[in-house]
């Protein structure tokens, strides 16, 4: 038995990964797999949650793996697997529906009320349940820390009320799970505006850079991100929020502590310091297209084959092991 910690976390393949995706979530688990034993799913169905074509889908559950590939998840260290791959998800999420989660526990979550808006009465039973299935993902694994950005601490603290529900009434059957987020880049906010997450549903792609994106597009898109009044370029999110947000940015992609960037920029103005920041974007998407174009379709399905073997054993034990404590064996 390994005494490595335990780390489970995903990624929808729906929409297309931004900065924000790389810096809050994968950087984080590119670290951690060279100290914790980690599994990394690309969880789809959760995507399905809101309506996907087919074809996309498809494709997109490729092009998500090749992303966490090209970021440096090593598929010899880690398990990397298709969620709907391993059928347990599922099955453990409809036990939990029944034991563990509630409806005012699912009410309280912020992110289905922000997808759902207006339209809560006619958005998918999927979209209101997302995150009994996401506490089946992290449950299955005896998942001790689960690396993630900002918003997602909430459905890992379902993730933990649920555990914590269902051991009590059946025995200890799951690690209760803890959410880490970044001390910094946990939540990288729109470059035009800096009170929004950039996310890679917004509809206003100047909002957001894309890790696949034209390299010269994406350095227009910090040359053209809004700045706050002033001119000093310092980190201070209450007066400065849009130019802490970017220096946040230059730091983990340029790999430069804040402090020292606040140095080098001192009495300099936004111009030059946006001008660097894009020579660093450029150097980073380069460097990291040139890493996700040099790898086939192969050999992602082979990679994600070999992952779901390796998931499937540990969640079926899991499973069967919950089966037996409420009685259906
Ligand atoms: P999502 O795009 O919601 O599927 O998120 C995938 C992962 O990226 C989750 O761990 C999120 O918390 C993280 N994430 C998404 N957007 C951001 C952002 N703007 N800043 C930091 N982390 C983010
Ligand atoms: N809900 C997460 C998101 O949208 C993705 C996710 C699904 C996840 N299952 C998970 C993250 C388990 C961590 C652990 O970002």
């Not at 970021?71 to 998800?89: N, R």
């Not at 960037?261 to 150097?283: P, R, T, W």
Request: charged share 30%.
């Amino acid at each position: 038995m390994s005494i490595k910690k335990h780390i489970f976390s995903g990624i929808q393949p729906s929409g297309n990964l931004n900065i924000g995706n790389y810096i809050g979530a994968i950087s984080q688990w590119v670290e951690m797999q060279k100290e914790y034993d980690c599994i990394f799913s690309v969880v789809d169905y959760h995507a399905i949650t809101v309506k996907q074509k087919p074809e996309e889908l498809k494709k997109r559950i490729i092009n998500t793996t090749k992303i966490y590939l090209a970021a440096g998840i090593d598929p010899e260290k880690s398990i990397i697997f298709q969620q709907s791959a391993v059928p347990a998800h599922t099955e453990l999420a409809w036990i939990l529906n029944c034991y563990g989660a509630r409806i005012a526990d699912l009410n309280k979550m912020t992110q289905f009320k922000d997808k759902a808006g207006k339209n809560q009465e006619s958005v998918s039973v999927g979209l209101y349940d997302y995150p009994v299935l996401m506490a089946a993902d992290i449950l299955l694994y005896n998942t001790e820390i689960v690396p993630v950005g900002d918003d997602q601490k909430q459905h890992v603290e379902l993730a933990r009320d649920i555990a914590t529900r269902f051991n009590k009434e059946f025995g200890d059957a799951f690690i209760i799970p803890q959410a880490v987020v970044k001390k910094e880049g946990a939540r990288i906010m729109s470059l035009q505006d800096p009170t929004k997450k950039m996310s890679k549903s917004d509809p206003n792609q100047n909002n957001c850079i894309i890790l696949l994106e034209d390299i010269e597009d994406a350095k227009k898109k910090i040359m053209r991100s809004v700045t706050d009044s002033g001119s000093d370029v310092v980190y201070d999110l209450i007066n400065k929020p849009a130019l802490s947000n970017l220096l946040t940015i230059y730091a983990i992609l340029g790999d430069r502590q804040i402090k020292r960037l606040e140095k080098d920029y001192s009495g300099k103005g936004y111009g030059d310091f946006k001008k660097d920041l894009a020579e660093v974007i450029e150097k980073f998407l380069k460097d990291f297209q040139e890493k996700y174009n040099n790898i086939s379709d192969q050999e992602v399905l082979e990679i994600l084959e070999a992952g779901r073997i390796k998931a499937q054993a540990i969640a079926s034990k899991k499973l069967e092991e919950v089966r037996k404590l409420i009685g259906v064996r």
